[in-house]
T-cell receptor, first 115, second 109 residues
Framework: DAGVIQSPRHEVTEMGQEVTLRCKPI?????LFWYRQTMMRGLELLIY????????DSGMPEDRFSAKMPNASFSTLKIQPSEPRDSAVYFC?????????????FGDGTRLSIL | GEDVEQSLFLSVREGDSSVINCTYT??????LYWYKQEPGAGLQLLTY?????DMKQDQRLTVLLNKKDKHLSLRIADTQTGDSAIYFC?????????FGSGTKLNVKP
């Protein structure tokens, strides 16, 4: 079975440019999460969706960040304009709805470097 | 929000047992998880424990849960160099996951 697929794996761009990260969750999963990982702050939850609807975006650092989920099989995280402090590894994860031992399944991440 | 804490580093010799500790604050969490992250990869679920259990064993892995002290531990028996990675504990509260900062395990040959 295909896992969570993220693209690109690596992105290097100059500050001020728009960056779009993409995620395809596992088919049938109802929840999708975007995380950011840095050495200083560890793993931070940015936003999560349930059935394509944003539920909690309190972790989104500022208005430069936006996320969408136009359908059940695709989500984007956009940074515009990008800044050097946005450099991090961004992970997407998905999970099944409901009680029970439903762990999160992570993609391999996008390593973002803003110069 | 919920606070999950772990020590940052652990170094052991190959063949020894490793014990990684975690404390959490939300007593209503139903499941607690251990994830492993290898360099350049995402987090991979290792094991989990339901909050009404004290212990769970899965091959070389043993998870101990002390609900009273809100303390979770992961024991890896006969640690191998391939176990070198960052280990995260996480709690699940209403589909929102809270992760610790991760413990970097270094296994020396």
């Amino acid at each position: 079975d295909a896992g969570v697929i993220q693209s690109p794996r690596h992105e290097v761009t100059e500050m001020g440019q728009e960056v779009t990260l993409r995620c395809k969750p596992i088919s049938g999963h109802d929840y999708l999460f975007w995380y950011r990982q840095t050495m200083m702050r560890g793993l931070e939850l940015l936003i999560y969706f349930n059935n394509n609807v944003p539920i909690d975006d309190s972790g989104m650092p500022e208005d430069r960040f936006s996320a969408k989920m136009p359908n059940a099989s695709f989500s984007t995280l956009k940074i515009q304009p990008s800044e050097p402090r946005d450099s991090a590894v961004y992970f997407c994860a998905s999970t099944l709805k409901g009680v029970g031992n439903q762990p999160q399944h992570f993609g391999d991440g996008t390593r973002l470097s803003i110069l | 929000g919920e606070d999950v804490e772990q020590s940052l580093f652990l170094s052991v010799r190959e063949g020894d047992s490793s014990v990684i500790n975690c404390t959490y604050t939300d007593s209503s969490s139903t499941y607690l998880y251990w994830y492993k992250q290898e360099p350049g990869a995402g987090l991979q679920l290792l094991t989990y424990i339901f909050s009404n259990m004290d212990m769970k064993q899965d091959q070389r892995l043993t998870v101990l849960l002390n609900k009273k002290d809100k303390h979770l531990s992961l024991r890896i028996a006969d640690t191998q160099t391939g176990d070198s990675a960052i280990y995260f504990c996480a709690e699940n509260n209403f589909n929102k996951f809270y992760f610790g900062s991760g413990t970097k395990l270094n296994v020396k040959p």
